[in-house]
């Protein structure tokens, strides 16, 4: 960071004595020229004054001083032309002041000066303390100074350099200058060196920001002072900018005595590590301009419509007043704009009376009219960045503010201007795939004339998970070209209500892992009322199927989609288990007081595609769940790791039970395949193949919405997680999906999927060992015997020691079993009396289902049977740990 050179000392030694008569004249500025009567009421003789601030020698001005060139030094005969150019002249020579820098001072004298310097602010420190809290030990300040954090000088001073963004194969996605970033505008400080922004800060926060170290020892005496005066309360702030800039750096603002000791130390040690001109530019780009811009170049452009440079004296005092209150003196509103005149005033006058400024400066300023104009011309960012890009980037710039304390102003400098670079984990052939699928129109809508006129087009957002890293492989968040940044990403941003999609997660497996039920078990579909507000109403209604459908297995029901057995599952292990389930895979919704509505996806917090797919990767990993993550690391120039993404992964699930979940979410996907006449509510679509046809296993859960609002499907494979959101944005009015596009979400996802599995070998899921398969009946849900007939005779996965695995025949069509007894082990670990569920296990749930006497929701929650599990409820430890870091892999036996 340059020093201002031409403000430097002169070394002509007169300039330093008070005999200013000669030098004086020779930086005499050129408004001294006009007469102060008649000033320009023209803004460009400002901004003329302005240009020729910094460069004081220059011939013209030597000339004009030439002519008023006056012999004896004598205070009373210097005209007031004069006396300005010497109160200038002064002001020149204390600017120059060299910078407090580390590096020319020897290192005994540093420390010795350090040292007494530092025990001048610790005892400065603890008189204030000591004040602000009624008393604390000298102990306790030395505790706040020596748990403060440091501030990451280097990173500070790179705000202009370029960040890089990397696919997980290391080519280059995007590329951030400040300058691309939008709506904040990154300038060095040079810039605006020739202006009089700085000074005008100076003026009105902090006049001796030149000289002072970090904190003002007079402000901070006069803010104790003046609280002493008004019983407790200070009338105004002890802040210099230094301590601002430390709370725009830290984001911290709260009052705490050990907050404040801190950020005097803070200020104290940024003043050490930074010239006066790298923390000006610091404070010049962090601070907040209303209308939620950020830093000077920001506010100049969007209030003035031109750059800070150009940026004239009136402007300059104007911007400095907005701060100590941005909404106050904001300039868009006509109040702000009148109190923002004001404090421009008081600006301009703070900067005549320390001598920032001449007396016909002063007077020129007062008279220009401020003319506002917001810039039109397109800005500075022509790079349009990916969905992808856009959030990875957002995810470290709130990594780095949370991990190190930092503001979210300040990560966001260090992210897209601090030159770092970025690995995500973006895989380019996934991301390539969802690029293709949303440009065709004909997924979208199947018959465009249909949409066309419709306030709004249909829209849809996918996210792509990896499933053996956990990390997001890919994602759309909306149709076409992006057209611009930060525009919604439907993929991450949307809150929908998920609908049938989350059936698997609240309420199935978490219920296979209570030991409630199996695919086997037989749940009944029929006429319930289980909405407490309206007992008289038959809820839930199924979306598909109008009517009811009767008994059938867990399998079937799912396969369908049907409502009233989901809801009798939530019923068995209750809401709180439900929600414990779904924030052990990353949805927390703990809050909601939504209910048995649950079961049907009916939250009040609606979800992404993004918090969908990654909550699903909890079954092609064996039961492991890791929290999604969009970049693996975050490097400096240097090198240095910044921020580290590293999968997590914790056993949510046994891994038979997402085994089994797996599996009977295959029935998704199918058609008919039993006497069970219904198909799978993505058959038509089926398995994915690769590129040659070989299969790929494929299991999923399809979603819709009361009247057909929100599309979902989520479905995965060995190898990816996919979920996809389908609907309109109902930005203008609530507007239904409309006939084949229905199929939309599943008709994107298998476009997309099914290019993305194009190249990967045939894989199918890989069984645990403590696995069976056994033939049941779909009647009764027990044994098939030869009696039961093939068309009801299916398979079903269970566990080997699960209590609820069927030993018994069918007791509807009797006989010989097709399973020989003792296939499944016969001597379960669990009993019946240690099995918490035992009351309502499966079995006898169906045998008497829950009907309109069934207990309302209210009292669910409340019952012995409803509470979370404990490790002493659940019979079995999970033992299947990941081996370093990865989940199961998927197996590439072909499929039988
Ligand atoms: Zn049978």
């Known amino acids: 960071m340059n020093k201002r050179p031409e403000d430097q000392p002169q070394t002509t030694p007169s300039n330093r004595t008070p005999q200013p008569a000669q030098t004086n004249n020779q930086e005499k500025p050129e408004p001294s020229q006009k007469p102060v009567a008649s000033p320009d009421k023209d803004s460009g003789s400002i901004s003329r004054v302005k240009k020729n601030k910094g460069s004081s020698n220059g011939g013209s001005s030597a000339k004009a001083a030439a002519s008023t060139q006056s012999t004896p030094f004598d205070v009373n005969s210097l005209s007031e032309k004069e006396i300005e150019s010497l109160r200038r002249s002064l002001k020149r020579y204390v600017k120059g002041k060299p910078t407090r820098r580390f590096n020319p001072v020897s290192a005994p004298a540093m420390i010795l000066q350090g040292f007494t310097q530092f025990v001048k602010i610790i005892c400065l420190l603890l008189a204030a303390a000591i004040f602000l809290t009624g008393g604390i030990g000298i102990g306790t300040v030395f505790g706040y100074v020596a748990t403060t954090k440091p501030l990451p000088a280097d990173l500070l001073k790179s705000g202009t350099q370029t960040s890089y963004v990397y696919d997980i194969k290391g080519d280059i996605m995007a590329k951030f200058t400040g300058a691309e970033n939008i709506d904040r505008v990154y300038i060095p400080y040079n810039t605006v060196r020739d202006t009089y922004i700085d000074d005008a800060f100076i003026a009105i926060e902090d006049e001796r920001f030149e000289t002072n170290i970090g904190i003002d020892p007079k402000r901070i005496l006069s803010a104790v002072v003046s609280a002493l005066a008004n019983s407790g309360e200070a009338t105004h702030g002890g802040s210099t900018i230094t301590q601002q800039t430390v709370k725009l750096i830290t984001g911290d603002d709260q009052r705490s005595a050990q907050r404040k000791v801190q950020e005097w130390y803070k200020a104290v040690m940024l003043n050490q590590q930074l010239t006066k001109w790298e923390i000006m530019e610091l404070y010049l780009n962090l601070v907040p301009m209303a209308n939620s811009y950020v830093g000077i170049e920001t506010a100049s452009r969007a209030y003035f419509g031109k750059s800070a440079s150009e940026l004239t004296l009136p402007e300059c005092a104007y911007l400095a007043g907005v701060p100590k209150s941005p909404s106050t003196y904001n300039p868009w509103t006509e109040s702000g704009r009148r109190n923002g005149m004001r404090r421009q005033r008081i600006v301009l006058n703070k900067m005549y009376e320390i001598g920032k400024i ?308 295959e029935e998704t996907v199918k058609g008919k395949t039993s006497n069970f006449p219904y198909e799978g509510s993505a058959a038509g679509y089926g398995m994915l193949t690769n590129a040659v046809g070989e299969t790929i296993a494929t299991s999923g859960k399809t979603g819709t919405t009361d009247e057909d609002v929100d599309k979902w499907f989520c479905a995965f494979t060995p190898y990816y997680t996919g979920a996809v959101w389908y609907g309109f944005d109902n930005r203008i009015k609530k507007q239904s999906v409309i006939g084949p596009d229905n199929e939309g979400a599943k008709r994107i996802w298998f476009d997309a999927m099914r290019v993305i599995h194009a190249g990967e070998p045939p894989a199918n899921w890989t069984q645990p060992a403590d696995i069976v398969e056994l033939k049941i009946c779909i009647h009764s849900g027990k044994l098939a015997s030869y009696s039961c007939g093939s068309g009801n005779a299916v398979s079903e996965y269970f566990e080997k020691n699960s209590p609820l695995t069927p030993q018994s025949v069918c007791p509807i069509h009797g006989g010989r079993p097709i399973t020989p007894f003792g296939a499944a082990k016969t001597t379960p670990v669990v009993t019946e009396s240690t099995t918490t569920g035992a009351q309502t296990s499966p079995t006898s749930a169906s045998e008497n289902p829950p009907s309109n006497g069934v207990q309302p929701p209210t009292t669910i929650a409340t019952g012995p049977d409803q509470v979370v599990p404990s490790e002493q409820q659940l019979p079995a430890e999970p033992t299947n740990q990941p081996v370093e870091g990865q989940p199961i892999m998927p197996s590439t036996e072909p499929l039988p």
């Open 358 to 665: 001449s007396l016909a400066e002063y007077r020129d300023a007062l008279e220009t009219e401020l003319v506002f104009k917001k810039d039109t011309t397109p800005s500075a960012a022509t790079q349009i960045n990916s969905y992808f890009t856009e959030y990875a980037v957002s995810m470290a710039i709130k990594d780095m503010q949370e991990r190190n304390d930092y503001s979210e102003e300040l990560a966001r400098q260090i992210i897209t201007g601090g030159g770092v670079k970025i690995y995500t984990t973006m895989e380019p052939h996934v991301q390539e795939a969802l690029d293709q699928t949303f440009q065709k129109q004909e997924l979208f809508a199947a018959d465009f004339s249909r949409v066309v006129n419709m306030p709004e087009l249909p829209e849809a957002g996918m996210a792509v998970i990896n499933n053996k890293t956990g990390a997001i492989a890919g994602m759309q968040g909306g149709y076409g070209d992006k057209q611009s940044n930060l525009v919604l990403n439907r993929a991450t941003d949307i809150q929908r209500q998920p609908g049938s999609v989350t059936k698997p997660i609240n309420v199935y497996a978490p219920a296979m892992e209570m030991y409630k039920v199996t695919g086997a078990t037989i749940l009944d579909d029929k006429k319930v009322f289980l909405d407490p507000e309206n007992p008289e109403e038959p809820y839930p209604k199924n979306a598909y199927y109008p009517q009811y459908r009767g008994k059938m297995t867990l399998r079937n029901a799912l396969k369908i989609s049907n409502n009233v057995p989901a809801a009798e599952v939530m019923l068995m292990i209750g809401v709180d288990s439900s929600k414990y389930f779904m924030q052990k895979v990353g949805i927390d919704r703990t809050d909601d007081s939504a209910s048995i509505a649950m079961a049907m996806g009916g939250y009040e917090t609606g979800m992404s595609p993004l918090e969908i797919a990654s909550a699903f990767t909890v079954f092609p990993t064996g039961g492991l769940y890791t929290p999604h993550y969009s970049y693996t690391k975050v490097v400096d120039s240097q090198g240095n790791i910044l921020l580290e993404n590293n999968p997590s992964y914790e056993q949510v699930y046994r891994p038979g039970v997402a085994y089994m979940m797996t599996k009977v979410m």
